[in-house]
């Protein structure tokens, strides 16, 4: 038995649904890393690129109208928010199913050797 008092993971499955859980974790978990190094990218470009969207909010506070409008006609881009719309759908569509496959999976009851009921009163 390993000590696993410094590890930061799930202690030994013993159950072929908590092994489901698990690889259901690390699954989701590649694409969590994914999204998060995607919008990362995407927020780095914008603050070096696109960096007259603070000047326009800073010059409309500080009431410097004439730069206001300069910095005013900033492109927008159809496609990439058509993308930003598209794929998540189609990374939650990937996720959904093996989740629910695990969801089915666990709902199933093969012919219990013992059933216990707990009734709790307050």
């Not at 696993?4 to 259901?24: H, R």
């Not at 995407?42 to 410097?64: A, E, T």
Request: glycine letters at 2%.
């Amino acid at each position: 038995m390993t000590n696993n008092k410094n590890n930061i993971s799930f202690q030994e499955s013993a159950t072929p649904i908590m092994e489901g859980i698990v690889d259901l974790h690390n699954y989701i978990f590649i694409y969590i890393v994914f999204i998060f190094i995607f919008v990362l990218c995407i927020l780095i470009d914008i603050f070096i690129n696109n960096y007259q969207i603070f000047f326009i909010k800073f010059f409309s506070y500080i009431k410097l109208r004439r730069l206001y409008f300069y910095f005013k006609n900033i492109n927008h881009s159809t496609d990439f928010e058509l993308n930003w719309t598209f794929i998540p759908s189609i990374i939650i569509i990937f996720i959904a199913f093996p989740s629910l496959s695990l969801l089915y999976s666990i709902d199933e009851l093969i012919n219990p050797e013992l059933t216990i009921k707990v009734t709790g009163y307050q």
